[in-house]
């Protein structure tokens, strides 16, 4: 109960108070000589208040701050990065640390109640008490307003606009939602992951956790999770692929066996070194994928060619350290997939195979996702490593412009058959050479969920296609006010509840909100931010004219349905919904995928947020020399959010199945050399 | 390509046969002085073979041989334990190793193949080869018998019997089996661990893995796996709860929150400390169970009375380190499980639900895998550490006369809530105090198919209940010879493909087995060696006849179905086996549940293979008593098998809700005080 017991010592009374707004504690280093003594400056602001890095910095005067280490924060609060809070400040440190402090706090009447938290605690005060408590401490207080300093580094204000008129309209956009009390505070089209990390967390689909890279999924998303790979298992069984499970640890020695494939991920293994108090003799590494976990059992496994194919898949999660800024659902340092690992006789077999699965990844973000997705071929820099070719489907996130590889199947070739020995006797003698199996390697993981939100949602919040939704439909009673009678309450509650009781008996994931203590309002906002695909409306002139009124998630669209063809219209507007957001999704990929022929165009088309198709040589170094060529330094995302971004070029995102027409004497977009190929560019995830 | 280079050096020819008989290479280091040099033993003996300890040191003339650790083996044979294989011999260990010699080798023909392997690779040769070889390095051979040792370690022989009888008789039993080409080579009731080892691995359910203690859940058990999720899926949904996830990884501090808790798992915990080359600031754990990685975000959420009650589950594995002997699905470092985690306003809602999962735990070992449970209360020794009580379903394993914990309910009361600070606002007014949660956690892994396997299974191999078996029924072709015409052949070739696709159509799990090159008894084989359900046999009468004939696996009863009533006769045919199974099973738990009241035949009653119900006081420290006072020497089973086994005490396997009438003046089994309850005491897994 360390945060209690220090508010206690301090004899800061703590409140009760379930609508506190939740505050947060964060320690910044700033850049100094390596023989200065550091002065951390503290960030204490409201937890729904953005502040980037530049805005602190402008504010402390001090050059590029970054996240304290927690050896610095023991030695400055005496108390882990985890368990720090403005409860541990005190006289002593006066002078050797500054407070950034948020305006929204600074400008809070007294008896407003504000939250502070630990990892594991939390506790309730009223912003006097807290304002006084820092200013006897002596500390220095820099008061600062981050939404001014966000909106100017977000997007520098047209030159006709004041920097107080460009503040006033950014307020102007965020007064649509009730930002205090639940929605979304910041607008997709101008500060994309703020308004990104809002929705997952908004919305119930995810919630940050302790350690750093990993993430909760929670119902909201773990029930798409879970529809997908209903989906997928009876699509691979009909292939005649079965499902297994294999370890999470591999040994260093089998880890390592294959060098080209090893390459890439060692940098980012996880090891375990130590079981209880007994360090281990030999350290094991966490899967960061199962090609070599594998293998040595499909060599033991496979001893003629009547074991062949053998085709196996596992869910399961695999670690992968990174040391990049972590996203959710995009870069996460554990994540969930599924990995399909099938050996062949022939190599036709094979290839036949890698190619069904990757249309059924397609499927999976068309049909169930409603996103659209490009199929193709990575180059051979992009390719998996140790392995022939890889084929992937590539999405398109329009709202920043960027591509982002959405699933991945490889045909291994015959490399890793070699290097484990997965072989058979020659089917046609055994005076012939051995025949090495021919492999695939497939996965899909959660990411998909991330590219479906950034896809559809908006700033209401979510925004879920009807089939992987687990509400699909929330009927909600409306026009029940203080002032009706009980009959009419009786007579609208209980249509609702039978409203929803039919839905459920036809198959549609529904429910119903009789919640009396929220407004309707409240619950229509609550319900959209959730991303629930269909809201009901059931009031009394409903009730009068056997009614019920639907509201699309996406668009607002309003549909009367009489109650005699309730099942079968609620179906048909999900399935039009369902439709709609992939129509509307690929409209925009096909708006912003532009052929590009000559250089000049490149960047300008790239920061104009599409991805681009163009003639190319098919060169890796030309394919280096693009990427370098098209970086820039500044693309508008907040550095702290992407540390990648400032300067990223184009990669290849891939080589698609669908070609535009090559002319025949097309030279490449970069180089002088023939185009052999057209190749999909663009920044990306 | 170590071994393959290594036997080239050595000019070994290698040849390739896929019927290979595979050998072990296993390093033993007897007791020794510390002060004197070690002479290891190497045990080389068909991978078949079973070589306990006791035989080794006899054989060897040694004391205490215990397996070699890998500094050992590095210091003698320059390479790990995972690639050290005979081709690491060579004169200079003359005199400095012992080599152990399976006399099944040492008795084979020249032109025999034998297969000699090491964690990635194998290398066929022929005994001729080998031994010569082994000859020519001068290093001590000693032949041995394992087989004669094996029976004498594990049931005396009878006074009557001389040693030869005993061995023939041994031999007689074992030749039901074809165990040279795939079968189960030892005697479920005569070597127990043996049997299931050959079973899990032989019926494809499990391969041992190269990181000790965790296995490869191969497609046969994973289905089992799955069947139960579907099931439990559908069962925990109607009770409200939903599927999440979350993340593998546990700081230190928030795992240590609880002390009663992690007092339990601290020992096992393994620790994440590298990632890549880079040390962890802060070493991180792998989560043993989750209460202490979720509560924290349970205190997160739950704001007011209106968001409990809260129920998650997740489907995910868990790693406990445990240092005790491993054993499949049974006890093993990393397992796959669900938990369920639920917070409740009243501390009635939460103990109903503790009883409601119960129930259904029930269900899964009696209605899906025909396993018998006696549900009950765990005692304080016994229960959950950090909850308040623990409800459990214990199963039994006739052939060994063990207890075995099934599954277990936890009520938590508020203990985590009080730790986490898991509170709401009191519904009846803010001025009464807050209400902290009502929390349970209840659990059921893998082990469900360990205990199926050993109740059902035989020597013949694996028995599946219809229910959860991934081929229900298999057709195979009957009385097709060489001398058949082709138009027989393609009759009944075609007969049975459509009574598989018939079969399929009616949605019950078939497969055939047209396979020419083997015959009808040994494909008979070796679906029964898999567990499948059923074998329909079809053959020139069957097609005169227009039916088929049903074999059951568990006891071989025979059916002649009428194809016109062949999707109902098959699945009626499934359901009694289902049935039959639990019945048996059930008879065999029933007979061997034995009511004992007075101490003199507390142990004679464990020692005949049963579990007891006594009265009993009820106190802790008798219970401790209880388990000295019955434990023993020597149960019989092969001490290499589970270290613990041979002293174990009678543990309190739980209370049973089914409670037999107590006398008014019925005193406790083992002491003085009145007795307050029925008992339920094993020896258990």
């Known amino acids: 109960m360390a945060l209690h017991s220090t508010l206690a010592a301090l004899s800061l009374a703590t409140v009760s108070d379930e609508n506190a707004l ?81 305006q929204k706090i600074a400008s809070a009447n007294d ?23 820092l200013k006897q401490t002596g500390i220095e207080l ?63 689909m995810l919630d940050y956790y302790d350690v750093s890279g990993c993430y909760i999924l929670r119902p909201n998303s773990y029930a798409v999770w879970e529809e997908i790979q209903d ?38 293994v996880a ?10 003799d030999e350290h094991i590494a966490i899967r960061p994928t199962s090609e070599t976990v594998m293998y040595p059992y499909y060599a033991k496994w496979i001893r003629s060619h009547r074991d062949l194919p053998l085709k ?126 021919y492999q695939n390697s497939w996965g899909l993981s959660t990411r998909v969920i991330g590219v479906m939100v950034m896809t559809h949602s908006d700033n ?11 509400t699909q439909a929330v009927v909600i009673p409306v026009g029940v006010t203080k002032n009706s009678s009980e009959a009419d309450r009786t007579a609208i509650n209980g249509g609702a509840a039978d409203i929803e009781k039919r839905l459920k008996h036809a198959g549609i994931r529904a429910t119903s909100d009789f919640r009396d203590i929220y407004t309707s309002g409240w619950k229509f906002a609550d319900w959209e931010l959730k991303g629930t695909p269909l809201r009901l409306e059931f009031g009394p002139k409903d009730l009068a004219q056997e009614q019920v009124t639907a509201v699309r998630r996406d668009n607002n669209q309003k549909y009367t349905v009489k109650l005699g063809e309730l099942e079968s219209r609620i179906a048909e507007i999900l399935q039009e919904m369902q439709v709609g957001l992939l129509e509307k999704a690929r409209k925009d990929f096909d708006t912003h995928r532009v052929i590009v022929e000559d250089w000049k165009d490149f960047v300008p088309t790239l920061n104009a947020k599409n991805v681009i198709l163009a003639p190319w040589c098919g060169d890796a170094d030309c394919e280096d020399e693009i990427k370098d060529a098209s970086s820039k330094k500044d693309d508008g995302e907040d550095e702290d959010v992407d540390e990648k971004a400032p300067s990223m070029g184009a990669k290849s995102l891939c080589i698609p199945d669908a070609q535009p027409a090559l002319k025949a004497d097309q030279k490449c977009v970069r180089c002088d050399k023939k185009a052999v190929t057209y190749c999909m560019f663009g920044r990306s995830y």
Do not use: C
């Open 111 to 133: 008896d407003e109640i504000l939250e502070i938290s630990t990892v594991s605690e939390k506790a309730q005060l009223t912003a006097g008490q807290i304002k006084g408590f």
């Open 142 to 204: 820099i008061e600062t307003d981050f939404s001014a300093e966000v909106v100017k580094e977000a997007s520098p204000a047209p030159a006709g606009d004041s920097k107080k008129d460009q503040l006033k309209k950014e307020k102007e956009a965020a007064k649509l939602e009730d930002a205090k009390l639940i929605g979304i505070t910041v607008d997709k089209a101008k500060d994309f992951s703020n308004w990104y990390s809002q929705v997952v967390v908004k919305g119930e």
């Open 312 to 437: 196996l898949n596992q869910w399961n999660s695999v670690v992968r350290w990174e040391f990049k800024h972590p996203q959710p659902f995009l870069r996460t340092r554990e994540f969930l997939w599924q990995e399909g690992h099938t050996a062949h006789l022939t190599k036709d077999e094979a290839t036949t195979e890698v190619t069904q699965i990757l249309d059924l990844y397609a499927r999976i973000y068309e049909e169930l996702l409603a996103v659209p997705v490009v199929k193709g071929k990575k180059t051979e820099n992009e390719k998996f490593a140790g392995g022939d070719y890889t084929t992937t489907v590539e999405g398109f996130i329009a709202a920043t412009g960027r591509g982002i590889q959405g699933a991945t199947s490889h045909h291994l070739g015959q490399n890793f058959s070699k290097m484990f020995n997965i072989a058979v006797e020659n089917p046609d003698g055994s005076d012939k050479p051995k025949v090495f199996a």
């Open 231 to 268: 989906w997928f298992n009876i699509e691979i069984k009909k292939l005649g692929v079965q499902n297994s499970y294999f370890p999470m640890f591999v040994s260093a020695k089998v880890l390592e066996k294959e060098k080209d494939h090893i390459e890439g991920f060692a940098p980012e």
């Open 460 to 470: 209401k919040g979510l925004v879920l296609p009807p089939r992987v939704a687990q």
């Open 22 to 102: 939740p505050t947060k504690t964060v320690i910044f280093k700033p850049k100094t000589a390596k023989t200065a003594v550091p002065v951390p400056v503290v960030v204490f602001a409201l937890h729904s208040t953005q502040t980037p890095s530049g805005a602190i910095a402008k504010a402390a005067g001090v050059k590029e701050p970054r996240l304290a280490k927690d050896d610095l924060i023991q030695e400055f609060f005496n108390v882990s990065s985890q368990e720090v809070s403005i409860a541990h400040f005190d006289k002593s440190l006066a002078g050797k640390i500054k407070i950034v402090l948020d």
């Open 271 to 280: 090891w375990v070194t130590r079981a209880g108090s007994s360090e281990l």
